[in-house]
């Protein structure tokens, strides 16, 4: 993937979407809490509108969400995703006003039923995760706590985007393609949030790029939830082997140069997104790579 020049619509993005980052595991390392407050008054300096994060396996709210709104004065913050099948509506909806409380109007609750292999592990039955989800969403709507314009979620097959469409402010899909981008615009229609995380590699070496890429897309390519939703637009078995195609990685994590990222990014723009969470993928995936960060907003937001 060679460097491109940058066309005059995708040289700001911003002009057109929310930029917001997603962070990855060192955000919520308890022994790194000190460097994510950091990290995230730089990414609130650098001009980015959201930090995404997940929010575990553990009951409730991470406490890191309250920690970064805490350490920061504008930037938004949002779960993406809590898992309705490791927090009950109710512990939601109580971390939620508490946040509230302190930060109005700045953190967004994503919510998500997560996948099969991961909730079967603490014992629970996944056989029906919409209707878990749907119940979730009664139950919230239920403790008055969480207005729906407040909360997101999760969603990749055409159920999920329409209840995401009925009964949230909108989808955060991950793990996607500009072409799914396109198509859950399509589902959702206009006026709904649609905010892909968007995972991308600053490195111009095509063997190193899709090696870094590669580490990261393993995991995701073992569950069903994804690669199922990747068939939907042409990949099969070959492209889900030894860590992705080239063709499969190529097309879902943006590598090489600034501009060649940018317009990769530019394209979720294009096909519909109105906020993108961008993931750094760095060769550790241990770092909080200000170096990078700063790169982009220079080139996304300005």
């Avoid at 939601?92 to 953190?107: I, K, M, S, W």
């Avoid at 229609?189 to 063997?207: K, M, N, S, T, Y």
């Avoid at 082997?241 to 317009?263: F, H, K, M, N, Q």
């Amino acid at each position: 993937m060679t460097d491109l020049p940058l066309t005059p619509q995708s040289t700001t993005p911003a002009a057109r979407a929310r930029i917001g980052l997603w962070g990855g595991a060192p955000w919520a390392d308890p022994d790194r809490r000190e460097e994510a407050r950091e990290a995230a008054r730089e990414v609130e300096a650098l001009g980015y509108s959201r930090i995404w994060l997940s929010g575990g396996f553990d009951p409730g709210l991470h406490p890191v969400f309250g920690e970064l709104l805490d350490a920061t004065e504008e930037v938004g913050v949002a779960s993406g995703i809590v898992s309705v099948y490791a927090a009950t509506a109710q512990e939601c909806a109580d971390g939620f006003a508490a946040l509230e409380q302190r930060h109005p109007g700045r953190f967004l609750l994503g919510l998500g039923n997560s996948h099969a292999a991961i909730v079967e592990r603490s014992g629970e039955d996944y056989s029906k995760p919409y209707s878990r989800t749907v119940e979730h969403l009664d139950a919230l709507d239920a403790a008055g706590a969480v207005p729906r314009e407040r909360r997101a979620l999760a969603a990749l097959g055409p159920r999920m985007l329409r209840l995401a469409r009925d009964r949230s402010l909108g989808a955060h899909p991950y793990f996607t393609t500009p072409a799914h981008t396109t198509y859950a615009r399509e589902v959702l229609g206009a006026g709904v949030l649609l905010a892909p995380e968007v995972a991308v590699v600053l490195e111009e070496d095509p063997d190193r790029a899709r090696a870094i890429a590669r580490r990261y897309a393993t995991g995701y390519l073992a569950l069903p939830n994804y690669t199922n939703n990747l068939r939907r637009f042409g990949y099969g078995d070959e492209d889900f082997a030894d860590g992705g195609s080239e063709r499969l990685i190529d097309e879902l994590i943006p590598w090489g140069g600034t501009a060649t990222v940018v317009a990769g990014i530019a394209r979720h723009v294009d096909a519909g997104a109105d906020e993108v969470a961008v993931q750094v993928l760095t060769a550790s995936g241990q770092d909080f790579p200000l170096r990078e960060w700063g790169e982009l907003a220079r080139a996304l937001i300005g």
